[in-house]
């Protein structure tokens, strides 16, 4: 196994600080451990606990969501070797990861 990369996107930037898009973009090691950049005018980069610790802090209630970059390349769970990598990874981890913001109802 080997680290892997995300990015952070938010959709609503609830605090006027960081924008929406991708506002930082990070790796989470084999220990569990991430290394998070922030994007911007004033960029910075942190060390996390885990993933769990950087979303309850920036996930905003979910206005933030990971993307996963290498999904190709996560290791598959038994029996789902037909889905595709990124529905793999939430089925091994019971992570939800990038949702697209919701319609706006008529």
Same mark, same amino acid.
């Given at each position: 196994?080997? !680290?892997q990369t995300f990015e952070l996107v938010r959709y609503?930037?609830?605090?006027?600080?960081?924008?929406?898009?991708?506002? +930082?973009?990070?790796?989470?090691?084999?220990?569990?451990s991430v290394a998070l950049r922030w994007h911007g005018?004033?960029?910075?980069?942190?060390?996390? !606990?885990?993933?769990?610790?950087? =979303? +309850?802090? $920036?996930?905003?209630?979910?206005?933030?969501?990971?993307?996963?970059?290498?999904?190709?390349?996560m290791e598959p769970v038994p029996g789902t070797d037909? =889905?595709?990598?990124? =529905?793999? $990874?939430? =089925?091994?981890?019971?992570?939800?990861?990038? $949702?697209?913001?919701?319609?706006?109802?008529?």
């Open positions: 196994m080997k !680290p609503t930037d609830i605090s006027g600080v960081s924008g929406t898009g991708v506002v +930082a973009e990070g790796c989470v090691f084999t220990d569990g005018a004033n960029p910075s980069t942190a060390v996390w !606990p885990d993933l769990d610790s950087i =979303l +309850a802090v $920036h996930g905003h209630c979910g206005a933030t969501v990971v993307r996963w970059l290498d999904v190709s390349e037909l =889905l595709p990598g990124e =529905l793999t $990874h939430i =089925l091994a981890t019971g992570r939800r990861t990038h $949702h697209p913001p919701a319609a706006a109802s008529a």
